[in-house]
């Protein structure tokens, strides 16, 4: 699902008032190193399940002579050549994964929108954390023009504002959602 960053950002304007009612960002909580941490579990994430996609198209390629979207179609078919519990695994892997990568978006949006100066550090968090090109430090600070002090000075800034947005709206938001489906007996 595809989520237009500007609605959720409007639909969200409320939670995000209320949490910061009277606060700043570092008396709402500090989630700075919580967010290193994540950001450093969340990038070995989106390089193992790119390996691993890679790795099940090729052992697709050499089973079937044909793609993982082609054995994904025709997994109900059972075909006996291909590994379906690990296909399977897999699949489900990437599914949370998804769903993970969704909610950091929804992170980045209310970071874009909500934090002062909001776009710079989105582009920084997104160079440095969820881009599937791999950078250090050095390279997003030269790319993004800064010098060093005020790029750690703008990181530190954009893994508070990120921090918040996902544990203190995004999770709760989140989790409030599957209250109500399961509420409603959809699971």
Same mark, same amino acid.
């Given at each position: 699902?595809?989520?237009?960053?500007?609605?959720?950002?409007?639909?969200?304007?409320?939670?995000?008032?209320?949490?910061?009612?009277?606060?700043?960002?570092?008396?709402?909580?500090?989630?700075?190193?919580?967010?290193?941490?994540?950001?450093?579990?969340?990038?070995?994430?989106?390089?193992?399940?790119?390996?691993?996609?890679?790795?099940?198209?090729?052992?697709?390629?050499?089973?079937?002579? #044909?793609?993982?979207?082609? /054995? %994904?179609? $025709?997994?109900?078919?059972?075909?006996?050549? *291909?590994?379906? +519990?690990?296909?399977?695994?897999?699949?489900?892997?990437?599914?949370?994964?998804?769903?993970?990568?969704?909610?950091?978006?929804?992170?980045?949006?209310?970071?874009?929108?909500?934090?002062?100066?909001?776009?710079?550090?989105?582009?920084?968090?997104?160079?440095?954390?969820?881009?599937?090109?791999?950078?250090?430090?050095?390279?997003?600070?030269?790319?993004?023009?800064?010098?060093?002090?005020?790029?750690? #000075?703008?990181?530190?800034? /954009? %893994?508070? $504002?990120?921090?918040?947005?996902?544990?203190? *709206?995004?999770? +709760?938001?989140?989790?409030?959602?599957?209250?109500?489906?399961?509420?409603?007996?959809?699971?």
């Amino acid at each position: 699902m595809k989520i237009n960053a500007r609605e959720y950002a409007i639909k969200s304007m409320r939670d995000v008032a209320e949490k910061l009612r009277g606060r700043s960002i570092t008396e709402a909580g500090d989630h700075e190193k919580e967010m290193k941490s994540f950001f450093r579990r969340y990038g070995e994430m989106l390089q193992n399940s790119q390996l691993g996609i890679h790795e099940l198209d090729e052992e697709c390629h050499e089973m079937i002579n #044909e793609s993982l979207d082609y /054995a %994904l179609t $025709y997994l109900f078919d059972w075909d006996y050549r *291909i590994n379906v +519990p690990k296909l399977k695994k897999e699949v489900h892997r990437l599914m949370d994964l998804k769903c993970l990568c969704d909610l950091v978006s929804r992170a980045r949006i209310l970071t874009k929108y909500y934090a002062p100066n909001g776009v710079v550090l989105e582009e920084l968090i997104y160079r440095r954390y969820c881009s599937n090109i791999v950078r250090t430090d050095v390279e997003v600070w030269q790319e993004m023009g800064f010098s060093r002090s005020v790029y750690y #000075e703008k990181k530190k800034t /954009a %893994l508070q $504002y990120m921090g918040f947005f996902f544990f203190e *709206i995004v999770i +709760p938001q989140a989790v409030d959602n599957q209250k109500r489906v399961s509420e409603i007996g959809w699971i």
